[in-house]
């Protein structure tokens, strides 16, 4: 069977290092068309009993015109095949180590009409001044083709590299209690160093924790939809709870790396233990 092309950057050491000094210097990478047809139609599929609900976000940061689809691992195990894919964790496991963690995993959807996210960077929750390494690492899987129209993810690339805790237009404490209507047009935050990562369907941007992005206004008639499993260290604390989000009955039969990535794993020497053993020992057999 030939391998996809990004099999073989994976392949050769050296095209992997040509890629990793990318991601240095510029704080994400783009893999366009990484997921075949048929793999986006069973991730929309099984998305779409979840996105029916219409659950809106409850701040200026979720989006008031935006669902969110968290816990995804316990919905189906289509999910966690995702959040294994070979090419994220390569570059997981080479910037946060082999006992890397998913810290998160949702889907976020957004509809027509939605404004844009504050600016804001995945590892500000581990409140350490910049600059400094990233703590993180996101992954940005699109579901749906991400135009210049749609809300396509805004970044500043090399701003990973700043040492600024703040910008004009960022997330602030207020913003998780920020429920009020805003114009499409109302943009503090805009920034003529703004990049829009466009991407068709099935395509893959990572991002550095520390990298500043936002969440673009959806200008379009139609929902942008993406899937984002974000990783950290093994020692740090994640975002998500993974121990309650994904029950143990559940945990048992996804693949043996996705339970590793969700706690059932130790990072050495013995942090992660249960009991004084291996969590992995306490899942039902």
Known sequence: MEREYWQESLADPTRFAALRSEYDRDGYLIFPSVLPADKIAELRAELLPHLEQNVAGRNDFEGLRTNRVYAMLAKSPCFAELAI???VLAFAEADLGRECLLSACLAINIHPGET???W????SHYRLPRPRASLSLSAFWT????TDDNGATEILPG???WPEQQIAGGNTLSTFSDRSEKSQDEDPGARPDAVKAIMP??????AKGTLWHRGGANRSAQPRLIITPQYCPGWARTLENMSLAVPPEIAVTLPERARELIGYSI???FMG?????????????
């Open 85 to 87: 894919h070979p090419l």
């Open 116 to 118: 844009v996210q504050p």
């Open 120 to 123: 804001h960077y995945d590892d």
């Open 143 to 146: 579901i749906d083709a991400t």
């Open 159 to 161: 701003s990973h590299l």
């Open 201 to 206: 369907a099935g395509s893959l941007m990572i």
């Open 267 to 269: 990072h050495p020497p």
């Open 273 to 285: 233990y249960v009991d004084g053993m291996h969590p992995r020992r306490i899942l039902p057999h």
